[in-house]
T-cell receptor, first 112, second 114 residues
Framework: GESVGLHLPTLSVQEGDNSIINCAYS??????FIWYKQESGKGPQFIID?????DKRQGQRVTVLLNKTVKHLSLQIAATQPGDSAVYFC???????????FGGGTRLMVKP | DTEVTQTPKHLVMGMTNKKSLKCEQH?????MYWYKQKAKKPPELMFV???????INESVPSRFSPECPNSSLLNLHLHALQPEDSALYLC?????????????FGPGTRLTVT
């Protein structure tokens, strides 16, 4: 399930299940979006990106969906594995470039 | 090579010390960034260099002084820091402006100010 509170929101899933991590972005002028994965003690690692002229993009085991009408971004991870356990951040950027604004992050915990 | 390296990995400094954080990339990127990240929070942009020139300073206190000696190197000079400056400092690089591009992050320097 998903919990939201004073701490980082956490999504707990069973190994092998699909995961969906959601993000509401703030700037309607943003036209480039990235999902990053950050493991403990490491820097953010690029997962997948999408530009505003698309509403879906697929990678290996990951899919990003973009709904510009409601300013919503989601990351779907298929067949979640223990190695997917990390904090996931969405980030948005306007056409001016160079300024990424990160969302608050969601911790994904995968139960074996 | 898609790696951004940062040194040192950990740094403990007193409030009167002067120290520097270093970042290096060899991907030919002409935009480099400093971010600050507190525990359980997202990275917050501090500075952006584009073609070795400071293009964005997000109202960072002057006790943080960035420097970009060449297109591969980025430094962050620290002086008279406060305990609340303790955080993970992340460096990133990307293709320069003219569009939006993926930023590659280094592993960070864990800074503790005592």
């Amino acid at each position: 399930g998903e919990s939201v509170g004073l701490h980082l929101p956490t999504l707990s899933v069973q190994e092998g299940d699909n995961s969906i991590i959601n993000c509401a972005y703030s700037n309607s002028a943003s036209d480039y979006f990235i999902w990053y994965k950050q493991e403990s003690g490491k820097g953010p690692q690029f997962i997948i990106d999408i530009r505003s002229n698309m509403d879906k993009r697929q990678g290996q085991r990951v899919t990003v969906l973009l709904n510009k009408t409601v300013k919503h971004l989601s990351l779907q991870i298929a067949a979640t594995q223990p190695g997917d356990s990390a904090v996931y951040f969405c980030a948005e950027e306007t056409n001016a470039g160079n300024m990424l604004t990160f969302g608050g992050g969601t911790r994904l915990m995968v139960k074996p | 090579d898609t790696e951004v390296t940062q040194t040192p990995k950990h740094l403990v400094m007193g409030m009167t010390n002067k120290k520097s954080l270093k970042c290096e990339q060899h991907m030919g990127h002409r935009a480099m960034y400093w971010y600050k990240q507190k525990a359980k929070k997202p990275p917050e942009l501090m500075f952006v260099y584009s073609y070795e020139k400071l293009s964005i300073n997000e109202s960072v206190p002057s006790r943080f002084s960035p420097e970009c000696p060449n297109s591969s190197l980025l430094n962050l000079h620290l002086h008279a820091l406060q305990p609340e400056d303790s955080a993970l400092y992340l460096c990133a690089s990307s293709q320069a402006s003219g569009g939006s591009y993926e930023q590659y992050f280094g592993p960070g320097t864990r800074l503790t100010v005592t």
